[in-house]
């Protein structure tokens, strides 16, 4: 089984819909990240938590929203989809204790707003 | 504050010829550097690090990188690329408080027969 899952996969929806993606992960990591992928951009870091009870925004946090429900889950929602979100979304986990703090990715999330 | 340019958004090589995929680097900080491989539509798989430990890293594949701190570059390179190689490669940088990854833009690298 694979160490970092997100879950759907894919998804499609409409403008202004509120959306969900979820990320578990069974590495036993404290430090769990959300990022998007967009063509020619790279991977943009949106949220990231160091343990449950400490989330802290990224660079593009604007428009989304995350829990963290548990060590080991992670979920990032959009409120009010909008087209411009349409992207590839990325989970990762790192663990505190790794200095050079090396991140382990799920398979992502491709999410269509219409 | 951290940055990371990758030189070429795309490279197209012959296989069984040398591969170089560039990367250059701004830190504040003593950083730490990967490079990442994207296969289509998969997921991120590490192909190796550097952490100071040794300015030649070795990582999986038969690729390799070198560290050069003069000319602020982590070049990732393979003597001899495989059809399998292709694929959108990320050169990332990590240091600074909660050390965070900061992502190259990629370069595809394709592959011809």
């Known amino acids: 089984d694979a160490d970092v899952t997100q879950t759907p996969r894919n998804r499609i929806t409409k403008t202004g819909k509120r959306i969900m993606l979820e990320c578990s992960q069974t590495k036993g990591h404290d430090r769990m990240y959300w990022y998007r992928q967009d063509p020619g951009l790279g991977l943009r870091l949106i949220y990231y938590?160091?343990?449950?009870?400490?989330?802290n925004k990224g660079e593009i946090s604007d428009g989304y929203s995350v829990s963290r429900q548990a060590q080991a889950k992670f979920s990032l929602s959009l409120e009010s989809a909008i087209p411009n979100q349409t992207a590839l979304y990325f989970c990762a986990t790192s663990d505190p204790r790794d200095g050079y703090n090396e991140q382990f990715f799920g398979p992502g999330t491709r999410l269509t707003v219409l | 504050a951290q940055s990371v340019t990758q030189l070429d958004s795309h490279v197209s090589v012959s296989e069984g010829t040398p591969v170089l995929l560039r990367c250059n680097y701004s830190?504040?900080?003593?950083?730490?550097l990967f490079w990442y491989v994207q296969h289509p539509n998969k997921g991120l798989q590490l192909l190796l690090k550097?952490?100071?430990?040794?300015?030649l890293v070795k990582g999986i594949n038969g690729f390799e990188a070198e560290f050069k701190k003069s000319e602020t570059s982590f070049h990732l390179t393979k003597p001899s690329a495989h059809m399998s190689d292709a694929a959108e490669y990320f050169c990332v940088v990590s240091g600074g408080y909660g050390n965070k990854l900061v992502f190259g833009a990629g370069t595809i690298l394709r592959v011809k027969s």
């Open positions: 550097y952490t100071s430990a040794a300015t």
């Open positions: 830190s504040s900080y003593s950083p730490s």
């Open positions: 938590s160091f343990d449950v009870k400490d989330i």
